[in-house]
């Protein structure tokens, strides 16, 4: 268990409505990052962190929008829904185990946009 | 870029058989691979990882996995199916070690099923 919530767990939201999900880690790791998963297209990387204030664009970034101002905490925003961000939404940490590093994930975000 | 290319969506094999699933990456500079595990409307968990201390990999569960370069692949194995093994695997690749900065690349999954 990294000590990684997610919230909220489930989510119904309607077109054109802002959201934000958080994660919340207890450990204090530099990296983490945002994932959506969605049927045949496995996971794919939203937005990452690599320290507070400092994130990145992934495969995926259209759309989101990220915050990091604690090391704790990773938010993920989407400025106005759309039903193609209709998906399941995962957070990770990088956390370092031996001479490399292993990425554990939380129990992920169902978000549903009608 | 790199990209993981997981050959069969769906892998049915009978309790106590072989189980393999097919994992190919490419990758511009020597990769580092992983296999997660999902069970139903959970998080992914991590199976095992290969970050070039030896190229066949032991993991959690009973599973290992192969690292061949001249194949770029990266297949994972477990000699006798179990029913609490049906779960959806990934496959994923980084150019640095547990992602480092730029996260992973995943892909798309296979869905395993066990027959009793």
């Known amino acids: 268990d990294a000590g990684i919530t997610q919230s909220p767990r489930h989510k119904v939201t309607e077109t054109g409505t802002p959201v934000t999900l958080r994660c919340h880690q207890t450990e204090n790791h530099r990296y983490m990052y945002w994932y959506r998963q969605d049927p045949g297209h496995g996971l794919r990387l939203i937005h990452y962190s690599y320290g507070v204030k400092d994130t990145d664009k992934g495969e995926v970034s259209d759309g989101y929008s990220v915050s990091r101002s604690k090391t704790e905490d990773f938010l993920l925003t989407l400025e106005s829904a759309t039903s193609s961000q209709t998906s399941v939404y995962f957070c990770a940490i990088s956390v370092r185990r031996k001479s490399s590093y292993e990425q554990y994930f939380g129990p992920g975000t169902r978000l549903t946009v009608t | 870029a790199q990209s993981v290319t997981q050959l069969g969506s769906h892998v049915s094999v009978s309790e106590g058989a072989l189980v393999l699933l097919r994992c190919n990456y490419s990758?511009?500079?020597?990769?580092?691979l992983f296999w997660y595990v999902q069970y139903p409307n959970q998080g992914l968990q991590l199976l095992l990882k290969?970050?070039?201390?030896?190229?066949l990999v032991k993991g959690i569960n009973g599973f290992e996995a192969e690292f061949k370069k001249s194949e770029t692949s990266f297949h994972l194995t477990k000699p006798s199916a179990h029913m609490s093994d049906a779960a959806e695997y990934f496959c994923?690749?980084?150019?640095?070690?547990?992602?480092?900065?730029?996260?992973?690349?995943f892909g798309k999954g296979t869905h395993l099923i066990i027959q009793p």
């Open positions: 990758s511009s500079v020597p990769p580092y």
């Open positions: 290969y970050t070039s201390a030896a190229t």
């Open positions: 994923a690749v980084s150019d640095s070690p547990g992602g480092g900065a730029d996260g992973l690349t």
